[in-house]
């Protein structure tokens, strides 16, 4: 029996990390083929992307279907459940445009360039 001691835990057991909110992110306005998401989030490999992108899905977060075409294709989408955690992605975003809004008044030079 899998035990925890706060709910921040189980949520941070699915989408905690550096990649996964981002994945979610991204996913929030449409499906998305593996390549997109890679271009879109910086500094990530194709390895570790598939590998975060199953991990998602095994948690029923993230559907991915596959075209009966040649050459394959494939594409990335949130699952019901996975809408869910829309919710907690946004209060991150704005939490983290606050955040940079003031260390820019204190002085340090940062940008946010968002391009979703």
């Given at each position: 029996?899998?035990?925890?001691?706060?709910?921040?835990?189980?949520?941070?057991?699915?989408?905690?990390?550096?990649?996964?909110?981002?994945?979610?992110?991204?996913?929030?306005?449409?499906?998305?083929?593996?390549s997109?998401?890679?271009?879109?989030?910086?500094?990530?490999?194709?390895?570790?992307?598939?590998?975060?992108?199953?991990?998602?899905?095994?948690?029923?977060?993230?559907?991915?279907?596959?075209?009966?075409q040649?050459?394959?294709?494939?594409?990335?989408?949130?699952?019901?459940?996975?809408?869910?955690?829309?919710k907690?992605?946004?209060?991150?975003?704005?939490?983290?445009?606050?955040?940079?809004?003031?260390?820019?008044?204190?002085?340090?030079?940062?940008?946010?360039?968002?391009?979703?």
């Open positions: 029996m899998k035990q925890y001691n706060l709910g921040i835990e189980a949520t941070l057991e699915i989408i905690g990390g550096k990649w996964k909110a981002l994945i979610i992110c991204l996913l929030m306005s449409d499906a998305k083929r593996t997109e998401l890679q271009r879109n989030i910086q500094g990530i490999s194709q390895k570790v992307l598939i590998q975060q992108l199953r991990e998602l899905e095994r948690d029923g977060l993230v559907k991915r279907f596959v075209y009966q040649m050459p394959p294709k494939v594409e990335y989408s949130l699952t019901e459940y996975g809408v869910t955690a829309i907690i992605v946004d209060v991150m975003c704005s939490w983290g445009k606050e955040n940079i809004r003031i260390r820019q008044e204190q002085g340090e030079e940062i940008v946010l360039s968002e391009e979703l």
